[in-house]
């Protein structure tokens, strides 16, 4: 067993993709931290991860609350000193998103809120704490949906998936990647956009074609990326991905 293992925080990391990131990490000798809004979910997904004799902890991290931010960070500094790696998992989409002529402002101000402004603040909160880390490794899960380059090229498959809101969140997003990745250059701090692929989870009603095993394949790979570890990116399952 490793007796100093990383310590990672997810958010979102209740059920879906992001619960799956957190027990493929503690498979992989991580101490996960499972994020999430209401702490009964967290603790749900403590219980699931123990039936596995998998060790991990709750801790109440709303996207929304971001006057709970700097306290979430001081639970991680109490107990653990620093932080490893954050994975920027948590996310929405919103019923009343849609195309741009139609998708209702509010809908998408709720998904920025919560995708963007929400993430920002808790990559925040964390700096400090990845800060101090050797090693520290940020993955944001953004989507394919948030490249501008593929939403204007009609060949892609994304050309035609018009929601306004979510889709400017991940593009917006993305530009956190690359600007936090160049404010850090010079640092121990790894930062990357994953897109998992199209995950049945459900955000989506569980359309789509991917396991959350297979989806959460990814943002792991990067979560545990080694000293070779490149900075800026954004990847998908089939390889690098335009911004
Ligand atoms: P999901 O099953 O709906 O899970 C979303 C998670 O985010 C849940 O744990 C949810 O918590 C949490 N969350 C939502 N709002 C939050 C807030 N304000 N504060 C903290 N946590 C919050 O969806 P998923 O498919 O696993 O999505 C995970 C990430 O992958 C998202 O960022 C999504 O955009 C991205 N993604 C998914 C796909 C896909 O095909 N599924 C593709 C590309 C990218 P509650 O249970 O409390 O609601």
């Given at each position: 067993?490793d ?7 997810v ?10 990131i ?11 931290i ?16 123990a ?16 006057e ?30 849609g ?16 995708n ?44 035609a ?35 998992p ?15 959350v ?9 990067y979560?545990l ?19």
């Amino acid at each position: 067993m490793d007796t100093n293992p990383r310590v990672a925080l997810v958010t979102g990391a209740n059920k879906g993709i992001g619960l799956e990131i957190a027990r493929q990490l503690a498979q992989a000798g991580v101490f996960v931290i499972i994020g999430a809004r209401h702490i009964g979910r967290a603790n749900a997904a403590v219980a699931d991860l123990a039936a596995q004799g998998l060790v991990s902890e709750p801790l109440l991290v709303d996207l929304n609350d971001l006057e709970g931010m700097p306290q979430a960070a001081r639970a991680i500094e109490d107990k653990y000193g620093r932080l490893d790696i954050l994975v920027n998992n948590a996310g929405i989409v919103d019923p009343d998103d849609g195309a741009p002529s139609a998708g209702m402002p509010e809908a998408a101000r709720r998904i920025m809120d919560t995708n963007f402004i929400g993430t920002l603040a808790v990559t925040q909160a964390m700096l400090p704490l990845l800060r101090t880390s050797q090693a520290a490794r940020i993955v944001n899960v953004s989507s394919s949906l948030g490249s501008l380059t593929l939403n204007g090229d009609p060949d892609s498959p994304y050309y035609a998936v018009r929601l306004i809101g979510y889709n400017a969140s991940k593009a917006a997003l993305n530009m956190l990647t690359v600007q936090l990745a160049a404010e850090l250059r010079d640092t121990n701090i790894v930062v990357n956009s994953v897109s998992p692929g199209y995950v049945a989870t459900d955000l989506n009603g569980h359309s789509g074609p991917m396991s959350v095993q297979d989806g959460a394949r990814l943002p792991v790979k990067y979560a545990l990326l080694g000293d070779d570890a490149v900075s800026g990116r954004f990847v998908e399952p089939d390889g690098s991905t335009p911004w």
